[in-house]
């Protein structure tokens, strides 16, 4: 029940096929190269690659095609120069201008925590001022040196993310006998993260942060009984009501 729900503090967003449409630019390309060696990536092997590091991501999806002579270093290096290419088009989806905006201007924290590159980051939003300027440089990459590589489900971005913003939340997994804080836990529990993938949402609970899954129709489909611990899924972020998690309502209905 919405009445339930507890009132949050900071919302933390992944990018990809979140807030913006770049999930369909890594099927379209991954595809591409993968059509020589007549074979393609379908959604049960991307939903394992989503929201994972590009080495990391690109070893697993080329782990399901043993036979083809193609090389992790020769598809990152096509995969690159042909998503470069596309990057900069990439449009905001529903509900997401909408969403940072009402956030940014009822002061609410928010921060960015995505598995891209920093120069990916760049590449896609660099024209969007509107939209990823709200969020003042609080962006935490997949590439940040203070993650060491750790990517989701790895909690480590999140947190990262959730300390940027000025909360502390410590270091490691929720659950785990690492020295966690009963503060540190309680900081957490004001988290709100917005996910579209699974790995995110994992992260975002072993984070002990609220989520919000926002997942593809395909992917949902793909195993509709399992909400992989999320707080809430939604079809779009449209649909999403702030005064649900505490949060100022919009104006406008």
Not at 58 to 66: A, K
């Amino acid at each position: 029940m919405a009445a339930s729900r507890p009132r949050v503090a900071y919302v933390i967003f992944d990018m990809d096929g979140l807030l913006i449409d770049t999930e369909s630019v890594y099927t379209l390309v991954t595809n591409r190269i993968l059509e020589p060696y007549g074979v393609e990536m379908t959604w049960d092997i991307k939903a394992e690659l989503m929201g994972m590091p590009e080495r990391a991501a690109s070893e697993r999806l080329l782990s399901h095609f043993p036979g083809i002579a193609l090389t992790v270093d020769d598809y990152i290096t096509q995969r690159r120069a042909l998503q470069d290419t596309l990057w900069p088009s990439a449009l905001p989806l529903p509900g997401a201008h909408r969403l940072l905006t009402h956030l940014h201007q009822h002061r609410i924290p928010i921060a960015v925590a995505t598995g891209s590159q920093y120069r990916n980051y760049l590449l896609k939003t660099s024209h969007l001022p509107e939209m990823f300027g709200l969020f003042g440089g609080r962006v935490v990459c997949g590439d940040d040196v203070r993650l060491g590589g750790r990517g989701k489900p790895h909690p480590a971005g999140f947190l990262l993310a959730g300390s940027e913003l000025g909360f502390p939340v410590g270091e490691g997994e929720e659950g785990e006998a690492n020295g966690v804080t009963e503060e540190e836990k309680r900081m957490r529990a004001q988290g709100l993260v917005f996910e579209d993938a699974k790995s995110g949402v994992l992260a975002g609970k072993r984070a002990g942060m609220n989520v919000v899954w926002v997942p593809d129709e395909r992917l949902r489909a793909l195993d509709p009984e399992n909400t992989y611990g999320a707080d809430q899924i939604i079809q779009s972020l449209e649909e999403f009501k702030p005064q649900e998690w505490g949060l100022p309502p919009y104006a406008d209905p």
